[in-house]
């Protein structure tokens, strides 16, 4: 390519400031440094945790910045150094690295990665690149990365420790749900939970990682799934998706997880809370079985106080656990789940439900905050 080398102009959409929309501006995007990989953006996705970013509560963010963390796209150019990739190769950047040589990532217990670790707060990391420069300038003045993906420009640079290589065929309008909310919902049900056959769950928040939960419960062989949103609009393709029951807590005379525990006659096995916030996450615990119950936190809710927790619930044999990217470690897993979707083990193109010229980014967010939308693909 021509390129090689070279500064490269193009499109992004710069967020200059909190609370304000989106603005598509030229940027300017330096060449990849040692062990950097400069890769074209042919498909990206919104996720919740971009909104995140510009919500005026959010208190830890930096601007200007270049956000996006759900894409695919074409290696365009590779520092020295790197051996994983190459120029043409189809990749999914990855907001969780994975160095496979940190304690992380040598243990099979868990997803980290002490390339990531070393940031107190996973949703505020990677804001520049490791020689603590960014590689993105906007009217003369540099502009942030956002979790080491950056993936709302037309090129992007990222750690070549922080990009999985994919198959040549895949189709990228659709894989790049796998950068963030596919692979952190069907993660979590089948990595995290570790959801049984036969079992029954119950899944609170169904967006994007909610119905990806849904998904990870019914390929794991779950017998009963149970699906609760404040939206009874997102309960037809719940349904679809292998919901058997779905509730909406505003419809209901009682508590939800008193209605889950009568229904299920004592509770369920695995709650998934894919929504956030405290309520939630209570109602999440409170609907698991005594004995074993397994809850799994997923969703943040922003400037929330939290989860309260009596030792009792605990003491009754249920446990709590949490994960960031549904436990994948990305450069070995995403490989895997891209071939899994080309195989038809599960479909990606249920939680699609808009996709978009990249310059209408602003309108996906209020697609997304209108809760009208699922999955909303923008392209370039």
Same mark, same amino acid.
């Given at each position: 390519m021509g390129t090689?080398?070279?500064?490269? *102009?193009?499109?992004? &959409?710069?967020?200059?400031?909190?609370?304000?929309?989106?603005?598509?501006?030229? %940027? !300017?995007?330096?060449? #990849?440094?040692a062990h950097e990989v400069r890769i074209q953006i042919i498909a990206t996705a919104l996720c919740h945790t971009d909104?995140?970013?510009?919500?005026? *509560?959010?208190?830890? &963010?930096?601007?200007?910045?270049?956000?996006?963390?759900?894409?695919?796209?074409? %290696? !365009?150019?590779?520092? #020295?150094?790197?051996?994983?990739?190459?120029?043409?190769?189809?990749?999914?950047?990855?907001?969780?690295?994975?160095?496979?040589?940190?304690?992380?990532?040598?243990?099979?217990?868990?997803?980290?990665?002490?390339?990531?670790?070393?940031?107190k707060d996973p949703i505020i990391q990677q804001e520049v690149m490791e020689d603590k420069t960014s590689r993105f300038t906007c009217k003369g003045k540099p502009v942030y990365h956002f979790l080491g993906t950056s993936t709302f420009s037309q090129y992007t640079v990222?750690?070549?420790?922080?990009?999985?290589?994919?198959?040549?065929?895949?189709?990228?309008?659709?894989?790049?749900?796998?950068?963030?909310?596919?692979?952190?919902?069907?993660?979590a049900a089948i990595n995290t939970a570790k959801v049984t056959p036969g079992s029954t769950c119950a899944i609170f928040g169904l967006g994007g990682v909610g119905l990806s939960a849904l998904i990870g419960c019914k390929v794991a062989g779950a017998s009963r799934i149970i699906a609760v949103d404040i939206n009874s609009e997102k309960f037809?393709?719940?349904?679809?998706?292998?919901?058997?029951?779905?509730?909406?807590?505003?419809?209901?005379?009682?508590p939800v997880q008193e209605v889950i525990i009568e229904m299920t006659g004592g509770g369920v096995d695995f709650a998934l809370d894919c929504a956030g916030g405290s309520e939630a996450m209570k109602a999440a615990l409170d609907c698991t079985t005594v004995g074993w119950g397994s809850c799994t936190l997923i969703g943040v809710a922003i400037g929330d106080k939290g989860l309260t927790v009596s030792p009792i619930e605990i003491l009754m044999g249920r446990t709590i656990?949490?994960?960031?990217?549904?436990?994948?470690?990305?450069?070995?897993?995403i490989p895997k789940l891209v071939t899994d979707y080309k195989n038809k083990k599960f479909n990606l193109d249920a939680l699609v439900?808009?996709?978009?010229?990249?310059?209408?980014?602003?309108?996906?967010?209020?697609?997304?905050?209108?809760?009208?939308?699922?999955?909303?693909?923008?392209?370039?």
């Open positions: 090689k080398g070279k500064v490269i *102009k193009c499109k992004a &959409a710069i967020a200059w400031e909190a609370n304000k929309p989106l603005c598509i501006e030229e %940027v !300017e995007v330096a060449p #990849p440094k909104a995140h970013i510009l919500h005026p *509560k959010f208190t830890k &963010a930096l601007f200007p910045v270049i956000l996006g963390h759900e894409g695919a796209g074409i %290696v !365009e150019s590779v520092g #020295p150094g790197v051996t994983n990739c190459k120029p043409g190769d189809k990749v999914i950047p990855l907001y969780m690295p994975q160095c496979k040589k940190c304690k992380f990532c040598l243990s099979p217990l868990t997803n980290f990665c002490g390339k990531a670790h070393q940031f990222v750690s070549d420790t922080n990009l999985a290589k994919i198959d040549d065929d895949a189709n990228l309008e659709r894989v790049c749900l796998l950068g963030c909310g596919f692979s952190t919902g069907y993660g037809a393709k719940a349904k679809a998706l292998g919901a058997t029951d779905c509730l909406n807590p505003r419809d209901l005379q009682k656990n949490g994960t960031i990217f549904g436990g994948c470690k990305g450069r070995d897993s439900t808009h996709t978009l010229p990249f310059d209408k980014i602003n309108e996906a967010f209020d697609l997304m905050h209108q809760g009208k939308s699922i999955r909303t693909v923008l392209t370039f």
